[in-house]
């Protein structure tokens, strides 16, 4: 690949010397681009006093640092990077697993550090007073080490395969050969647990004095209690127990305690002996699979998840007391996770996801006693049913959105009382609004999870901009609790994170907030009870954290809706991740939200010919407004003439203020690739209407180019367009559709929505979802509108085509079938129409391959550049490659010889 990076730099030299003083963004840009990366898909880790912080960066070439450094001051230490790391829990040290096999202790107050050699894994307890550290050793008879930090005394064991920490960390087990061993920290006292040979699981109740585990001896697996305090082993489930259902045994899966640790939570699993009895003796064949209209899944789909349902794991659940066993999940029934469990779960009916929409399932919820496994219906509906169903903290009542109604409604466990207890809000609380609810699958929806306040009776619920709070009793009026400052000022409200998880004071509700005119991001403050107007804390050009109303892939740490604030569990210390379109994310820390200091320093952009980003509002032809981004370089010109490419997927307006990290292309355009080369970039936002798709994208290109086309600064006649996945097929709908751009890249999109729908993705999904209600969204039936399919199938216009196209499409694609590219690619080429195709072996939807993704780069902007920038075009588009040269003969030079593809 360095030759064909040689050759590519060679063919591009030119357009490298144009900016002298920075450096347009190559392959080795992307390679060497330092960005922020997770640790444990959190920004970074706070030690609890908020004293100390450590955050990972890297990039591809040079892989990730973890950086430790003090709040305030100038303490700062740098290692390789690993998300096996964490602070112990008196803020003094920091331990991590580094890259091989050290285990590094840094001593935060001595400011000196600690090797231990040959390690595998390691534990520390999260809370309570106790500070150690138990690791294990690679090889040496599997030696097992606790080291009590505060004391330095050390106590070993040897064979041991597994070992466990409660959360206060004063408790130990450990599995070696011969079964549990309970190791007292304070006491250093060892007790053997009975009845604990090969152990597969375990779990510490709340409290950290019990456990439960999961036991195998040969093939009779077992769950097994054990009362420290008595030291007593009980066995509470086992295979042939009441309650587990006949054909499923107990797994190896997760277990856990619930609220009161008088219950735990366990998996069974369909037994690999279980078998279906002959139903008749007349079977000729057992090769036959026979489809049936009244089959509720396809055959497909059944055979799919026949073959993967001994890997599935049930939930079951069962009483420590009374030893009382309810298996609450098998194939129809599924639970919906709550951490709160005490005495009651909710189950809902399976239904099948891709049909649910036409073939009259019943979805329902139940809510379930645990004690003895009575199960309520408490709602049942045919599509769009219910969603975001939750019981509350207190287990008084479970509140569940009815998508039909677009309303809130209560179940009271003790009366059985239902009541719709949001129906005097005056405001949509469904996703209803222009812009909001293009796709038929979206009406209805809510616009985010309700949030239970804390040892409250009390709910919080969204409309489109503002909070209300409602009493689940239906007693008391809801209140609007931003005082419906959101709506007059299209500010969205939310709360931050989980209420409950500090970042919130008793008093008062922290928010994050955006406004969807001007694109700001920030955070706002509410007092509880008092209901007047949120308190701007921060509201500014920036991107620190928001959910997007619409379907975006960004990626990593330039994704909003990554990297939530972080607190610090003892102090008033806070993480923020901080970006914009020109200054990479970078994490600060703060103590009130309104000024914030330092913590990493990356900018990366400084070096080379950034990218600017400005809203753009047009005009609809229906009269409504619509946004997009314009992206420039850094040393626009407004005297130039500079060429355009739109890239689009649904709506990316909101990401106005979003970073965009340079990389190879796997599937859209890379931004600042483009931008540093010389190109604008323009990301238009899409609204389509039922039935009419083609023609609304159609509609907001045009009314977007001809807005465009008023400045001086674009070439209008030098415009391109690209997109992939669904805008794959908003750019085939484009190119087949209107004559105004030069040319045309679409990767993965569809292009003959009859027989799309007439399809099945791999594992069986139907694909008639997807113009049912989907993104095709034509909403009809095609044998009763053949005409809007055609209308909205880019195979059937390709006849006044103009545009050229180059198609990227992979046989693996589980998305979008390969034999949509193959239906366009081959009517383009039976109509002599320009049309090149890219196909790389084993690769999918996108493209994951380094090689892969450098060679679609340089062959995309091969094409662009020829017809947006009239450079010589590459031989693989003038004479083609046979097949007999693949991998011989790339294709990449440039021809000479005068030929035009």
């Known amino acids: 690949m360095k030759l064909l990076w040689t050759v590519f730099l060679l063919n591009f030299s030119i357009v490298t010397l144009t ?16 960005s922020l990366r997770d640790i444990n898909l959190n920004s970074s880790i706070l030690t609890n006093d908020g004293k100390y912080v450590a955050f990972q960066y890297g990039s591809k070439q040079k892989g990730s640092f973890i950086i430790v ?21 008196d803020s003094r040290r920091l331990v991590a697993l580094l890259p091989g096999d050290s285990l590094l202790v840094l001593d935060l107050l001595k400011q000196s550090k600690q090797y231990i050699l040959n390690v595998k894994s390691f534990s520390t307890p999260h809370y309570g007073k106790a500070q150690f550290i138990a690791y294990q050793l690679n090889g040496d008879q599997q030696k097992f080490t606790v080291i009590n930090l505060d004391s330095e005394n050390e106590k070993s064991f040897y064979g041991v395969e597994r070992q466990w920490i409660n959360k206060e960390g004063n408790a130990i087990v450990i599995k070696n050969i011969n079964g549990l061993i309970w190791l007292d920290i304070k006491t250093n006292i060892e007790r053997a647990i009975p009845e604990s040979f090969n152990t597969l699981n375990l779990a510490f109740d709340n409290s950290g004095n ?32 009441d309650g587990i259902q006949n054909g499923f045994c107990i797994s190896d899966g997760q277990i856990s305690f619930n609220k009161h640790d008088n219950k735990v939570f366990f998996q069974v699993k369909l037994s690999k002996k279980s078998s279906f009895s002959t139903l008749n003796n007349l079977i000729i064949s057992k090769t036959i699979n026979v489809w049936s209209y009244r089959d509720k899944v396809l055959q497909e789909k059944q055979l799919f998840e026949l073959s993967e349902q001994y890997n599935q794991n049930y939930l079951a659940v069962v009483n420590i007391n009374d030893g009382k066993t309810i298996q609450l999940e098998d194939e129809n029934y599924f639970f919906i996770p709550d951490r709160m469990v005490k005495n009651y779960v909710l189950l809902t009916a399976k239904v099948s996801d891709d049909e649910f929409h036409w073939n009259k399932e019943l979805k329902s919820l139940y809510v379930v006693n645990i004690n003895d496994g009575k199960k309520t219906k408490i709602f049942e509906s045919s599509y769009p049913s219910f969603q975001d169903a939750m019981i509350s903290p207190d287990e008084r009542f479970v509140v569940w959105f009815n998508r039909k109604s677009q309303q809130y409604y209560s179940y009271e466990i003790s009366s059985g009382d239902i009541r719709n207890i949001s129906s005097s809000i005056t405001e949509p609380l469904g996703i209803n609004q222009r812009g909001e609810a293009d796709k038929l699958s979206n009406q209805g929806a809510t616009y985010d999870m309700p949030v239970w306040l804390t040892k409250d009776h009390t709910l919080l619920v969204y409309d489109q901009n503002d909070i209300w709070q409602i009493d689940p009793n239906g007693k008391g009026k809801p209140t609007n609790v931003t005082n419906g400052y959101g709506n007059r000022n299209k500010i969205r409200f939310r709360v931050l994170g989980d209420y409950e998880a500090g970042l ?28 007047k107007d949120p308190i701007k804390l921060t509201m500014d050009s920036h991107a620190y954290y928001f959910s997007p109303t619409s379907l975006v892939t960004w990626r990593g740490a330039d994704d909003p809706t990554n990297f939530i604030p972080i607190k610090a569990k003892e102090a008033n210390v806070f ?10 994310p970078n994490l600060y820390y703060t103590y009130d939200f309104k000024s914030f200091a330092p913590i990493s320093d990356l900018h990366p952009q400084n070096r080379y010919n950034w990218l600017t980003a400005e809203l753009v509002t047009w005009t609809l032809p229906d009269g409504l407004k619509s946004d997009g981004i314009l992206f420039k370089p850094e040393d626009f010109d407004s005297k130039k003439k500079y060429p355009i490419i739109f ?8 990401g106005l203020n979003v970073y965009r990290n340079p990389e190879l292309s796997g599937d859209n355009i890379n931004i600042p690739w483009y931008v540093s080369r010389g190109y604008l970039v323009f990301e238009p936002d899409m609204y389509y209407k039922t039935g009419k798709t083609a023609e609304n994208i159609i509609n907001v290109v045009n009314s977007a180019a001809k807005y465009l086309g008023c400045f001086t600064y674009i070439d209008t006649m030098r415009m391109g367009i690209q997109g992939q996945s669904f805008g794959g097929y908003e750019t085939n709908v484009i190119a087949t559709g209107t004559n105004i751009f030069a040319a045309a890249c679409e990767m993965a999109g569809p292009t003959d929505i009859i027989s799309e729908y007439g399809s099945l993705r791999p594992g069986g999904h139907n694909n008639e979802v997807s113009a049912d209600i989907g993104q095709r969204n034509l909403g009809v039936l095609p044998w009763e509108y053949p005409a809007i399919f055609v209308e909205n199938s880019p195979i059937f216009h390709i006849g006044k085509m103009t545009t050229p196209l180059l198609i990227v499409h992979n046989r693996n694609d589980g998305s979008i079938l390969f034999s949509q590219a193959v239906e366009l690619f081959m009517a383009l080429r039976r109509s002599n129409k320009k049309a090149w195709m890219l196909e790389y072996d084993k690769e999918g939807h996108s493209i994951y391959n380094e090689n892969n993704k450098l060679d679609f ?17 590459p031989k693989w588009m003038t004479q083609g490659i046979a097949a007999k040269y693949k991998g011989i003969d790339s294709g990449l030079e440039l021809d000479t010889s005068g030929q035009i593809p």
């Not at 993480?575 to 200054?583: E, K, L, P, T, W």
């Not at 689009?648 to 909101?654: I, N, T």
């Not at 780069?857 to 075009?873: A, E, N, S, V, W």
């Open 857 to 873: 780069t340089i062959r995309m902007q091969q094409f662009f550049d020829h017809y947006l920038k009239g450079t010589l075009p």
């Open 575 to 584: 993480v923020v991740r901080r970006m914009s379109a020109n200054d990479a």
């Open 504 to 531: 919130s004071k008793p008093d008062e509700i922290l928010l994050w907030a955006f406004n969807s005119e001007n694109k700001q991001n920030g955070f706002w403050k509410v007092k509880r009870r008092q209901h």
């Open 19 to 34: 900016w002298a003083q920075k450096k347009v963004i190559d392959k080795d840009a992307c390679d060497n681009w330092p």
């Open 69 to 89: 450094k003090s709040i305030v001051g100038s303490f700062k230490f740098e290692f390789n990077g690993t998300d096996n790391l964490c602070f112990t829990s």
């Open 647 to 654: 890239n689009y997927y649904e709506r990316r307006s909101e």
């Open 210 to 241: 019990n456990i439960a585990f999961i036991s195998s001896e040969q093939e009779n697996v077992s769950l097994r209690y054990f009362n420290h305090g008595t030291e007593i082993t009980k066995d509470l489930a086992n295979n042939s127990k």
